[in-house]
């Protein structure tokens, strides 16, 4: 994506929604500028990233975040023709944990990621095949795939367009499916929260997607919209109090202590009506 432009309509026009971040005067779709290069955002996110960064220890959390996986699975189950849809790609695999849930689903299951610790652990910790790389200049060698999945990923990357192009090249055709989760900007928690709503947290988000935009997004690659609900999550109570507390002086201290009583890893289900499931089938 040329700098100034917008990843949807390649417009240069645009206003400042919040410090930071701008809307497109086109189409309307939202990033934040300027972006992190290639190099920043592998040094983004790098262990730091996972534990004690924008997670307080992403592998504590594994049983909180495969079960959201599986909530995610159960809905993509309704497109799938397990005859048909036998190879799955993760883009953004992180530390393998989906991969470890859809294997034993799909023949065959692959996860591509910049995040070297999470690919080591994914490889070496649960077997999985996963590459260190970036989804744009890996050579895949010809192998295609039934089912692409990027959960809470497409607002991490710098040109979502050409990162569906590509996916679209992998996928078979006609049938293959696009499984993406991500923050809708468009939503009423969005709009009422306005410059404090919980996911403007650039730069490790640079898009900021509404169910309209992303859609639009997806039809523009040649996919149909087989479907699109906002999705609950579960979090670990650590997590909320990570976010929350996870500050200096007495909100870390706050923090700290209720980690010691242990109440921490007990999770809770959440849907506040912000985070749009959208799935797309290639014409």
């Known amino acids: 994506m040329t700098a100034g ?106 996860g591509v990621d910049i995040a070297e610790d999470g690919v080591r652990h994914a490889v070496e910790k649960l077997g999985a095949d996963a590459v260190n790389a970036d989804l744009l200049s890996y050579d895949f060698s010809g192998q295609t795939f039934d089912v692409v999945c990027l959960w809470d990923t497409i607002e991490h990357l710098a040109d979502p367009a050409a990162y569906l192009e590509k996916i679209s090249r992998a996928l078979i055709d006609p049938g293959g499916l696009v499984a993406i989760t991500t923050g809708d900007i468009g939503s009423f928690n969005a709009r009422f929260r306005k410059g404090k709503w919980r ?31 906002h999705c609950g999550f579960y979090r670990s109570i650590d997590m909320v109090l990570h ?15 209720l980690c010691a009583s242990g109440v921490s890893r007990a999770q809770l ?12 089938r290639k014409k």
């Open 5 to 110: 432009k917008c990843a949807l309509c390649a417009e240069t026009g645009y206003n400042e929604l919040y410090s930071g971040i701008v809307s497109c005067r086109s189409c309307g779709h939202v990033d934040a500028r300027p972006g992190p290069r290639e190099a920043d955002a592998r040094g983004m996110y790098s262990r730091g990233y996972f534990f004690g960064g924008e997670y307080s220890d992403y592998l504590a959390d594994k049983r909180v975040t495969q079960e959201n996986f599986r909530l995610r699975l159960n809905v993509l189950d309704a497109y799938v023709q397990r005859r048909r849809h036998t190879r799955l790609l993760e883009v953004g695999c992180a530390y393998g944990f989906f991969l470890e849930v859809a294997r034993t689903r799909f023949d065959r299951v692959m």
């Open 199 to 229: 996911l403007l947290h650039a730069p490790s988000h640079l898009h900021f997607f509404s169910a309209r935009s992303l859609a639009a997004l997806l039809e523009s690659k040649g996919f149909e919209i087989v479907y699109a609900r």
């Open 243 to 257: 976010r929350i507390l996870s500050v200096t002086g007495f909100g870390r201290k706050c923090y700290e202590l």
């Open 269 to 280: 289900y959440l849907n506040l009506g912000d985070i749009i499931y959208m799935i797309g």
